[in-house]
Structures are given as C-alpha cells and as structure tokens.
C-alpha cells in the first residue's frame, strides 16, 4: 500500500512496509521514494492506494498539477471547510484518478493565496475579497520577476539598466536586499563569475577600482557625504573672540610642505640677554571662535580629524574657518603660544614656560621643498649662510639637540634604546613618501618618492612640537585640569591610547603628553584647546570656567570615539597609498621588477615604495633579505598582485627605517 503525505510543505508519497494498530490509532512503517524510513500515523495520511505504483504515480501528478486551472478549482470548491477527495469529486467528476488526486493535492498545497490551509489534507477557500488582493500581488511579483529578469541579462550583456543609474551608488554600497534591482545585480554577479565592483565598473557605472574604495569609506564615515555645509564664523563673532589680544612682539614663521593648507604651528626665536634666547611656540586658535556644542564643534566632533590620503584630503573643519585661523604668511594671527627660555648653549630653562593668547605676526611660510636642502650643520654655522630665518634655526637647531637628548635619557631609563639624532641610513628602507598624482592625457599617472625622515629642518619642527605638546601636558596636570593625553607604557595592543588624565609616553620619553599642536585638524587638539585657553585667561581659576571639568564623563567619551576614527581613517591611507603603489607598478606595463625586504613571516616590503606583499618563497629568509622579483596580474579591487622570485640576494645589515615608539609624524606637527 502506498500513503500520501505532507512533509516540511512538500506532498510526498511512501511505500508501506508495515502496519499496527486500527482506525485512527493505526500507523505505518513506510520506506519513502528517497529511500528514507519514516514512520507515519493515521491522522498524517491524506490518501491511500495500491497502484499504480509509486514512483510512477508522483512522475504523472507532478505533470498534471502543472495545468490544473486555480481558479476554477476554487470556484469548485465549497465555501466550507473540505478535504481532498471532495474537492477531486468537484473538479474530476466520480472517475478521478489516483494521479489526478495526487495532482490536485500538489495544486491545493502550492495555492495559498487560493487556499487556506486549516490541517493535514483539509482547505477552505480564500474570501474573495482576499483573493483578489492576493492575485493583484502575484501580479505584481510576476511583474517584478520579468522586470529581474530583463535587468539581470542587461548587466551580464555590460550594460548598466537606465532606470538604475541614479541608484548605481547605494545599490553597491548600501543596498537593499529586498529589491529587484539587488536580486537581479547578484543573479548577474553569480552568471558571470565577478563581484558586484567588478560587474559595476565593466558596466559604466562606476568609474574605477578607486572609486570603489573611496565609496567604501565614504558610505562608513561619511554617508551624508565628505562637503561641508556652509558654516563659518561670522566676522563679527571672529572680531570679539581676538579684540582683547595683544600682540605678541615677534616674527614668528612656519615649516611645512608645500601640500600643507591648514598651518598649525609656527616659532620665533627672540634674543635676550647674555646669548639666551627665548622660542615661541605658536598654535593656531580656533578655540577662541569655535565654542563646545556650537555647530562648528559638532562638525568637528563628528569628524574627529581630517583625513588624508593620495591625491587628496577631507578636512574636519569647513575651508573658509581654517583660511580665517591658519598661520598664514602676512599678518597677525590668533594663536595660543608658548614660551620658554634657553641659555646660550641651548639648554632649555622649563622654569621659564610661559603661555599666553596673542595675536602673532606671522612673517614666512617656509616650504621644506624650497630650504630643506639649504639648511646644514655646516650652513648653520656660517654666519654668510643666505636663506630665511637662517639664524634663527641655527638656535633652534642647538636647543633641539638638548631636547632629543633629554628625551633619549628617558628612552633609556624606560628599558628602550636610544635613537640616533639625524639623517638614517641611506640603506635602509625609506618610511615617508610623497604621492603626486597627475593627469597625463586624460589618464591618471602617479609618481611616488621617498621623504627621508631626520633632517635638520625635520628635527627642529619635530622636537620643538613634542616639546610643546609635552609642556601642554605639564601644564593640563599641574592644575589638575583634565585633558586628551597620548600615553604610552608596557607592551601590548593598547600600548599606546588616549586617556584623560595625565600618564607618561615611555617612547618619547616624557612624563606628560598631551597633542595640542594640531587644532585644525585634529579634534583632540581643539579639545585640549580650551583647556589651555581657559588656563592661559583665568589661571588657578580654570578648573571653574574650562569646558571640561574634572572626571567629565563627556571627554571619555570623546576619547574612545577620537580613537577609533583616527584609526579607521589610518587604515583608510593605508589602502589607498596601496591601491596607488599597485597602480604605479602596473601603469607601465603588465608587470614590474622591482627589489624587495623581507621582513617576517613572508611578507616583504618594495624597496621603491611602501608597498607591503606576501611572498611564501620568502619565508624561511633571514630578516631583510634582499630579492628581486617581478610583480604581475595586478588587481585593484582585491588590491593584490602575483609575485615571483628571481632571485634571491644576501641579507641587508640595514634595518628598515622605524619610527620613534611613539607618533612621530604627529609630533612634527605635519601633514
């Protein structure tokens, strides 16, 4: 004896093997047309017959459920409750078959919009009212099916569908999986074997790989977009914030690369008496203008920082507000300064810090592109040297040593070794590099090269922005003000964070560290921005009137999410300084041959740009190997490439160039 049943939806049919019990306490031992032992019970069992024989009797159901009419099978139903025989008696006539039963069990178990289920094998048909709403959605997923249909074989053919292009960008990036418009893109992507980038940009509509990383960040970090919306300190508002200054009696300059738009910092040097002298350290203020919670902060507070990247930036503060408070060449500007003392030898005075809100006379904007290559021990000496500022770097330059000096004690004491003062080893691999990006013919070509850390210029600037950046942190803890501090100690990954109350940076070698050097573009600077604007103006009193008081749960807050972002938008460099070396090695050719170091565990690092790749052949070389090797089949989605080894050439002595372990190009103050 053969049973119909219904399992996980489907109408199946099994072979009885054996039998126990009567009426409706019988049940079966069955063997169903897939082989599996089930066991069935009476109540279970829509139907059951002899023949014809099972399989076949399924093989001829299957056919004929195709063609049962629906709606006149609901038309045939009664309005009550019934069963399947009933309704076969109404459809077939008295002579229905055992397959047309079956047939019409498959129809009724499929029509829910028909028919509803009210138990095992027994139907009710649906209100018409709900039938005809149920149809008009059949309708209209039919519709959509053939709409799927027809976008799906556009995308396989290349074409990007016409209807689609003003959604192209969310429908990469942000889709919704419900829709057509998705479906139909992801059953393209799975017919020609590609990602849905990759599908995208064969189609037109996205422009590169580039965009596609770029799109990436921008739906995670800037889903509103990266364009500033038009706030900008009135001029009224700018005019009361710096009436009240006075002017500081220096002619203080900055340094800084000739990419750098939102000048941060600059010094003076001013002579006093038996050969001392006295530096400046000038930070921009957009603390004066730019108060806690007005929009402004929130534009800044949303972005924590501005981003850079190759070829460009997005800046955390609106273009128009860092032009009014950049150190800009000319005039005087705002500017939170420190002062401190030196002797004639260059030895720094700590007792002598001073600080103070001014406006600044800002007489240069040195470029290092234009002076760098000027600036020497041997130039610094010679009284005849002709170049700007010369002997004001030449006191700044001697101090400097004292504080790289100072720092390199600490270093010791903390269990770390001392870094060397000056230019690193030409052999070892570079650590900055500069990335211009230019049109050629309507075709974007980039050319990379290496910035070598450890100039005289370099060190200036760097020493004298962890100095101040140190003797802010002093400042913030000897008046118990809470503040962003950087602190460094121990080993592990939270080595290095951000903390509000004051801790030591073993790396640097300081006791306090608190970043305030950079408050154009870092929110953690403007933060602590205030602080010190509130102890420069009311002194012992600051605690009372500072925007953040002590334990304030708000600038904890600001720290983790300060954290984060500037993490995020690293590893946002990172890609795409690696999507453009990539694009270097493959703008000349299929394929390049270049030397490479390995480092550890098979990764190696291009020796021409700071392009990082695995190469397994590598794997059991000493560190710093040297190989040549030929990089091809670049992908710029995947941002990955083939390598293979030439050959293999001796071990390098040379270390890779490291950076301080602390943040040494955030230190310097550069972009």
Request: proline share 5%; aromatic share 8%; charged share 25%.
């Amino acid at each position: 004896m053969n049973l119909l049943y219904e399992e996980g939806g489907d109408i199946k049919i099994a072979t009885v093997q054996s039998a126990t019990g009567s009426g409706d306490a019988e049940s079966w031992q069955a063997t169903s047309l897939s082989g599996k032992k089930i066991k069935l019970k009476a109540k279970e069992v829509w139907l059951r017959f002899e023949k014809p024989e099972a399989q076949a009797v399924m093989n001829e159901a299957t056919t004929l459920s195709q063609d049962i009419d629906l709606q006149l099978l609901w038309d045939c139903a009664p309005d009550e409750e019934f069963g399947l025989i009933e309704v076969s008696l109404e459809y077939f006539g008295a002579q229905a078959t055992i397959p047309q039963q079956v047939a019409l069990a498959i129809a009724l178990q499929g029509a829910p919009v028909f028919f509803r289920r009210k138990g095992r094998g027994r139907f009710q048909r649906a209100p018409l009212e709900q039938l005809q709403a149920g149809l008009a959605a059949l309708e209209r997923k039919q519709k959509e099916l053939e709409q799927q249909s027809v976008w799906q074989q556009e995308f396989v053919a290349g074409t990007f569908p016409e209807a689609l292009k003003s959604s192209a960008k969310p429908l990469l990036f942000s889709p919704d999986k419900n829709t057509s418009a998705y479906k139909a893109l992801v059953a393209a992507c799975t017919e020609t074997g590609e990602s849905a980038a990759q599908l995208m940009i064969r189609c037109g509509a996205l422009d590169s790989p580039l965009a596609y990383h770029q799109g990436l960040f921008l739906k995670a970090h800037f889903p509103q977009g990266a364009a500033h919306q038009d706030i900008v300190v009135e001029q009224a508002s700018f005019d009361a914030a710096i009436a009240d200054l006075p002017l500081a009696q220096v002619s203080a300059f900055s340094i800084d690369d000739s990419g750098t738009t939102e000048i941060d910092d600059a010094l003076s040097v001013t002579e006093l008496a038996d050969g001392a002298h006295r530096i400046g350290i000038h930070i921009a203020a957009p603390g004066l203008a730019i108060a806690k919670d007005d929009p402004l902060d929130k534009v800044a507070r949303n972005r924590m920082s501005t981003v850079y990247f190759p070829g460009d930036k997005i800046t955390m503060l609106p273009n128009a507000v860092i032009e009014r408070f950049s150190l800009d060449e000319g005039a005087p500007r705002p500017a939170l300064s420190i002062y401190v003392d030196i002797d004639a030898s260059g030895v720094v005075n700590r007792d002598s810090l001073q600080m103070r809100v001014e406006k600044v006379p800002m007489a240069a904007n040195l470029r290092l592109e234009n002076i760098e290559s000027l600036v020497s021990e041997e130039s610094l000496a010679d009284d005849g040297a002709q170049y700007p500022f010369h002997r004001e770097l030449a006191v700044l330059w001697q101090a400097a040593k004292h504080l790289h000096a100072g720092r390199q004690e600490k270093r010791v004491a903390n269990g770390l070794r001392a870094e060397q003062l000056g230019l690193v080893d030409p052999n070892a691999l570079a650590r900055d590099f500069h990335f211009q990006i230019k049109d050629v013919d309507g075709v974007q070509r980039v050319e990379i090269t290496p910035r070598q850390r450890g100039s005289i210029l370099d060190t200036i600037v760097a020493e004298w922005m962890i100095f101040c950046n140190s003797a802010s942190g002093q400042l913030l803890a000897d008046h118990g003000l809470p503040g962003l501090f950087r602190t460094q100690k121990g080993w592990g990954p939270l080595r290095t964070r951000m903390q509000t109350t004051p801790g030591p940076h073993e790396g640097l070698g300081l006791d306090y560290y608190a970043w305030c050097t950079s408050p154009l573009r870092r929110y953690s600077d403007l933060v602590n921005q205030w602080q010190l604007i509130a102890l420069a103006k009311h002194g012992v009193t600051a605690k009372m009137v500072a925007p953040f008081p002590p334990r304030d749960a708000g600038l904890m807050g600001i720290a983790a999410d300060f954290e984060s972002c500037y993490q995020a938008y690293g590893e946002y460099q990172d890609r795409l300084e690696k999507y453009w070396c990539l694009r270097w090695i493959a703008q000349d050719g299929d394929s390049k041959n270049l030397y490479v170091r390995h480092l550890k565990e098979g990764m190696s690092r291009v020796e021409q740009v700071p392009l990082h790749l695995p190469i397994p052949e590598l794997i059991s070389q000493p560190r710093m190997t040297r190989a040549q090797v030929t990089v091809s089949d670049v992908d710029l989605l995947q941002l990955s490439a083939a390598v293979r080894v030439i050959e293999i050439e001796a071990k390098v002595e040379a270390e890779p160039a490291t950076p301080p372990a602390g943040d040494t190009e955030e230190d310097a103050g550069s972009d």
